[in-house]
């Protein structure tokens, strides 16, 4: 009897809506846990677009998010804009930048790209750490008042999680529709083999700017959920680190799927926050785990599961 990974991926949804559904039941700290997950699984979905599907590494997906963040935190302290409002604004700011930076960065592949994309990132944290009166350059800017949804106020951790629960729903479905779709076939299609696609008549720069685009505004839309969770936002966001973390979770579970991110997210965090509440060389342990992940699990931990799934079901592939 063959078996696709179907019923694996059919159970792990079903596990996974229960789970997202109890988790408020677990207490606020569960909740924030969980939420921040859920955050960052957004921002590394939307790198994984790049990294896995379109065959893009980027060492600078952090100034999507990051900009989104500023946006809403810097109108909301500044200028008293709702947070809702600033989120729309956030999400057409990353979306403006990715467009842009994207419009040079796709004339060149490999690792002229890696370092452009670096550099960009690099040159908007240099931004937010001198303009101090706007940023609040590397103390960060605080004071950011969460809005309300439909009479709840975000302070409320059950509230705020639930509407980060919602967006990360909506973005997971919404990637995987695109993916299915002939510009996601087209993407695949770039990262297998861009000379054939150049060659057969395939539009390969237009395609990774879309590419670049659409993961830039996904990005947005996680710092702006970041944001609400956080209430706070500072220099650090935009930093080169913070997309290589962001590689690391796409790697460790698995890219060029949908699912991996999602659990080298999860991963990550967890050896963050567990780690590091006993030891501050918590760094050392993530280096270990994805050391083990590049020699045993090349494809990450999701293909490894797939793969092992019909033996642990007593089924053959």
Aim: aromatic share 14%; proline share 3%.
């Amino acid at each position: 009897m063959k078996d696709d990974g179907r019923g694996l991926r059919t159970a792990l949804l079903a596990a996974a809506g229960l789970a997202l559904a109890l988790v408020p039941l677990a207490g606020d700290y569960a909740s924030s846990l969980v939420a921040e997950v859920l955050v960052f699984a957004i921002f590394a979905m939307s790198l994984d677009l790049l990294v896995g599907y379109t065959g893009l590494m980027s060492f600078g997906h952090a100034a999507f998010f990051g900009l989104s963040a500023y946006a809403v935190v810097t109108l909301g302290v500044h200028l008293g804009v709702g947070g809702w409002w600033g989120m729309l604004a956030g999400i057409a700011l990353s979306t403006v930048a990715a467009l842009a930076i994207g419009f040079f960065c796709i004339r060149v592949s490999g690792i002229p790209f890696l370092m452009l994309t670096m550099a960009f990132s690099q040159l908007l944290f240099s931004v937010a750490v001198k303009w101090r009166s706007v940023t609040g350059g590397t103390d960060g800017l605080p004071g950011f008042k969460r809005p309300s949804f439909f009479g709840w106020s975000l302070d409320d951790r059950s509230t705020q999680y639930w509407v980060i629960a919602v967006g990360f729903v909506l973005v997971w479905w919404g990637l995987r529709r695109l993916i299915a779709s002939p510009l996601g076939s087209a993407m695949i299609g770039v990262r297998e083999n861009e000379q054939r696609m150049r060659a057969i008549g395939y539009p390969v720069q237009r395609i990774k700017l879309i590419a670049f685009t659409i993961a830039g505004a996904v990005a947005g839309f996680g710092g702006a959920l970041y944001a609400f969770f956080n209430a706070f936002v500072s220099s650090d966001i935009l930093h080169w680190v913070l997309s290589g973390d962001g590689v690391l979770m796409v790697i460790l579970g698995g890219a060029g799927t949908i699912t991996g991110p999602i659990i080298g997210t999860a991963l990550f965090l967890m050896l963050k926050h567990v780690v590091s509440s006993h030891t501050q060389y918590w760094m050392l342990w993530v280096g270990v785990v994805f050391i083990a992940c590049v020699m045993f699990m090349r494809q990450g931990i999701w293909d490894l599961v797939l793969q092992q799934w019909p033996r642990w079901t007593g089924r053959r592939r």
